[in-house]
């Protein structure tokens, strides 16, 4: 499997492209969040399965993870991870809940983190199928019962030459001028990369030759 090489200046450019993606899903978030919502990439980084693995579990034990798969022409996932206080937050604003336990989780309390990671992978899906031309969708998501490990193998073990490229998202909502920040993970196996990067360079032969041409 070739390596993927990564110039700065790509790297950037699928940066705007999913900050794009992002900031539509934020609008769409912002409507049950019933206040701002910002979503933007911080951070992007090739790393090995087993740190992918690792980093995930970090959260397990403090956080509720909802997991949608991403398919079609890609192959990812978006993993959104909830602790105990954006689950009271968020209950009380979209729910309109009051005196909510932490640390129990209602059907409907599950329902709505499913929602809100349904809506923001749904958008999120729709504008990078609308960038890169791509057809694209995301599976409905689901708050994994076993391990994270277990749940994402999936995607890891049908494709053991995977390395996965994983974006870190920084989601804010602000409520009350109270700022909350909800960890959001994206990762893409290498054959999406190597299939994004074409599209990205295809893009710029045809901007340059549609420069020259003029």
């Known amino acids: 499997m070739m390596e993927p090489h990564v110039t700065e200046l790509e790297r950037d450019i699928i940066k705007e492209i999913l900050n794009i993606g992002l900031a539509r899903a934020a609008d769409s978030f912002a409507v049950i969040a019933k206040d701002r919502v910002l979503l933007k990439v911080p951070d992007i980084q090739l790393i090995e399965v087993k740190d992918l693995i ?31 206080d954006h689950i009271k937050m968020l209950s009380e604003v979209c729910l309109n809940m009051v005196e909510v336990q932490q640390g129990v989780m209602s059907v409907m309390q ?44 999936d995607i890891l073990v049908q494709h053991p030459l ?27 196996d290498t054959n999406t990369l190597l299939k994004i990067l074409d599209i990205i360079r295809t893009f710029s032969i045809d901007k340059k030759n549609m420069m020259e041409s003029d």
């Open 162 to 188: 995977f390395q996965p490229l994983v974006f870190t998202v920084l989601t804010q909502f602000t409520h009350n001028s109270k700022k909350v920040e909800l960890p959001l993970l994206l990762f893409f």
């Open 110 to 153: 599950e329902s709505l983190l499913l929602e809100i990671s349904n809506i923001i992978t749904g958008a999120l899906v729709t504008q990078l199928a609308n960038i890169l031309k791509s057809s694209i969708y995301g599976s409905p998501p689901k708050a994994p019962k076993n391990h994270i490990a277990e749940s994402l193998k």
């Open 54 to 84: 690792q980093l995930v579990t970090k959260y397990e034990d403090t956080h509720v993870i909802i997991q949608s798969d991403i398919k079609g022409d890609f192959n990812g996932a978006t993993l959104m991870l909830f602790s105990d």
